[in-house]
């Protein structure tokens, strides 16, 4: 959560996307500027000199995904020259890129470095260059950050239950982004518009609710703002009695972005301090047997 503009920055060791929960801001870049705001992706290439600037009084609350390389479109949406495919959820129309350089003029300007260190740790590097990086007066090529709308993203639905990747909205080196977005449930006179119970076989399954009515979490604690970790191997669905209140539901509101990881996550310590030890346990209909939260001693 942010109030006040970061300091410059670029990333050296691969894409980032962030996606802005709620507030607005314009992202300066040595391309230009954007202005972005609640449900819009930003995605900002490898080496983009940065900062975020918000806007308006509320906080600016984003999720922000590094990548270890680039972050595009999924491939199989984009024809052999990179065009996007009249199937594909979006399309060039709903890319939002700079449109004219920001022309910032100063001396002794600060950036910071995000490289990669020694093993997997991240280093950072203090520049100090003598004239603004933004006093730039033009440029060429196809690689620039821009913005997408979640809310631009067209959902794909079927008469039964539509498989995870119709969601997909990127993709990067080892993992995916979906957007869950309001839409039609599933038609079939006796779909269960519910997901299914499953345990993922190849990915960790992250996902982040940024607005609506979760139908299928229901009772578990989810809210706007939460975010779920089930890792490979992990069985989960709906919570009990979700999939039965989901008969004969026409559509959903909910929004959410997920990121499935096709190597394993590591938790850092922040993680697990706000970890809510209740939630694997709202499977079972009772609380968790032993810790803070039982009610069973
Ligand atoms: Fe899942």
């Known amino acids: 959560m942010a109030t006040q503009p970061s300091p410059l920055y670029r990333n050296a060791v691969g894409d980032e996307c962030v996606y802005v929960e709620s507030g607005a801001a314009i992202v300066e870049t040595v391309f230009g500027a954007l202005a972005v705001g609640a449900g819009d ?31 595009g479109p999924p491939r199989r949406y984009l024809s052999p020259r990179g065009q996007f495919l009249e199937h594909a959820p979006y399309c060039e129309r709903d890319l939002r890129g700079p449109v004219e350089p920001l022309e910032v003029t100063g001396s002794d300007v600060e950036v910071l470095v995000q490289h990669r260190g020694t093993g997997s740790a991240t280093a950072w590097t203090r520049y100090v260059y003598a004239d603004h990086p933004f006093d730039v007066v033009g440029w060429d090529g196809c690689l620039y950050p821009y913005a997408f709308a979640i809310h631009d993203f067209e959902p794909i639905t079927g008469r039964l239950h539509q498989p995870p990747p119709v ?27 519910a997901p299914d119970n499953h345990a993922n076989v190849d990915s960790d ?93």
């Open 41 to 71: 992706y930003v995605v900002l290439p490898a080496s983009t000199t940065h900062r975020w600037v918000p806007q308006g009084g509320e906080p600016l609350r984003t999720l922000v995904i590094e990548a270890s390389g680039h972050i």
């Open 205 to 297: 399954e992250v996902i982040f609710y940024t607005g609506g009515d979760f139908m299928s979490r229901k009772g578990a604690g989810i809210e706007q703002g939460s975010i779920s970790l089930h890792p490979s191997g992990f069985t989960h669905g709906p919570q009990p009695g979700s999939v039965e209140a989901s008969i004969g539901t026409a559509a959903t509101d909910e929004l959410a972005v997920m990121v499935d990881t096709f190597r394993p996550l590591d938790l850092l310590d922040d993680a697990t301090a706000c970890e809510d030890t209740s939630y694997a346990w709202t499977w079972a209909g009772r609380s968790l047997p032993d810790g803070p939260d039982s009610t069973t001693g």
């Open 167 to 193: 969601h997909q909205t990127f993709e990067g080196p080892s993992f995916v982004v979906c957007s869950f977005v309001p839409r039609l449930f599933d038609y079939h006179p006796q779909g269960i518009p």
